[in-house]
Nanobody, 136 residues
């Protein structure tokens, strides 16, 4: 079965950095698109990064970063560990939220990565979430 284990959250001061990890089991990450979402208490879940394994030249490929995190957050992969990472730099208090990773088989996607980040329902498999708190 597809399972995701997210870790790396914590408490940091404004301007600090954290690296979140999304460890996969039951599937090969290279065959799945990944979405990073965050949710603050009382607010809707927000897509901040969505990335395909397909090249950016493909209509359904590339990587999308929300304007709120572009230039501060970056994604990377360690295929040997079947793990993907979200590096978060220059963190701000407004980044405080529970962060989730989610995946969807690449073969099932027929929309852009920007569209994937608009809807939590675009992803069928979710991690348990990890809390990120940024103090002023």
């Amino acid at each position: 079965e597809v399972t995701l284990l997210e870790s790396g959250g914590g408490l940091v001061h404004s301007g600090g950095s954290l690296r979140l990890a999304c460890e996969a089991s039951g599937f090969i990450f290279d065959d799945y698109a990944i979405g990073w979402f965050r949710q603050a208490p009382g607010k809707a879940r927000e897509g901040i990064v969505c990335a395909s394994t397909l090249d950016a030249g493909h209509v359904y490929g590339g990587t999308y970063y929300a304007d709120s995190v572009k230039g501060r957050f970056t994604i990377s992969s360690d295929n040997a560990k079947n793990t993907k990472y979200l590096q978060m730099d220059d963190l701000k208090p407004e980044d405080t939220a529970t962060y989730y990773c989610a995946v969807q088989p690449t073969r099932e996607i027929r929309v852009t990565m920007a569209s994937m980040c608009l809807y939590v329902t675009a992803f069928d498999h979710w991690g348990q979430g990890t809390q990120v708190t940024v103090s002023s």
